[in-house]
């Protein structure tokens, strides 16, 4: 079972536009939720992350923005960027309960310039 | 220093063998993990260990198996390898606190023929 959904799987967006990636979850008791990028050949990095009792966490360019009653959160990129292009994956996980993150399936971001 | 390392980054055997990848990491973090990333690129998690506690997940065959000679070291090691296995396979640790973030190696490539 998937818990954490994740689209597009591939998203395509010009140099200085918005990139927008969503995910929803089914499970109401996850209460932590991060965003990894992953450049080819390299493992997932953590990006951004945001707990359940705020709607929005802003760092520089990325934002996420959480609705806990849809169960979904969205990462925002601003003024996107070609060193953007990299593989994005929303996750989540029980902070009480080991942390262990289930991901979503990915979003592959190419930024054209 | 590469803080999570994985050897060897490019694995090539045969159906049937027996193969072990090494993880060491230099954090002092007390908990490692080993991720299975599929050609599709989704992320699943197959086990999670500190000192204390080994978490499986239960969907992962029993061929495969994690070993921790100590704190810095969790190895993977797979037995009758099977042309399914074939993957990127990523070591991650993290430090204590519920917000501290996963830290993966680059990924050791598996490919079964």
């Known amino acids: 079972q998937q818990q954490v959904k994740q689209s597009p799987q591939s998203l395509i967006v010009q140099k200085g536009g918005i990139s927008i990636i969503n995910c929803a979850y089914e499970n109401t008791a996850f209460d932590y939720f991060p965003w990894y990028q992953q450049f080819p050949g390299k493992g997932p990095a953590l990006l951004i992350a945001?707990?359940?009792?705020?709607s929005e966490k802003k760092e520089g360019r990325f934002t996420i923005s959480f609705n806990k009653s849809a169960k979904q959160f969205s990462l925002h990129i601003m003024d996107s960027q070609p060193g953007d292009s990299a593989t994005y994956f929303c996750?989540?996980?029980?902070?009480?309960?080991?942390?262990?993150?289930?991901f979503g399936g990915g979003t592959r971001l190419m930024v054209k310039p | 220093d590469t803080a999570v390392s994985q050897t060897p980054k490019y694995l090539v055997t045969q159906m049937g063998n027996d193969k072990s990848i090494k993880c060491e990491q230099n954090?002092?973090?007390?908990?490692m993990y080993w991720y299975k990333q599929d050609s599709k690129k989704f992320l699943k998690i197959m086990f999670s260990y500190n000192n204390k506690e080994l978490i499986i997940n239960e969907t992962v065959p029993n061929r495969f198996s994690p070993k921790s000679p100590d704190k810095a070291h969790l190895n993977l090691h797979i037995n009758s390898l099977e042309l399914g296995d074939s993957a990127v396979y990523f070591c991650?640790?993290?430090?204590?606190?519920?917000?501290?973030?996963?830290?993966f190696g680059n990924g050791t490539r598996l490919t079964v023929t």
């Open positions: 991650a640790s993290r430090g204590p606190g519920p917000n501290s973030p996963l830290h």
């Open positions: 996750a989540a996980s029980i902070l009480g309960a080991g942390n262990m993150l289930t």
């Open positions: 954090l002092g973090h007390d908990t």
């Open positions: 945001i707990r359940p009792d705020v």
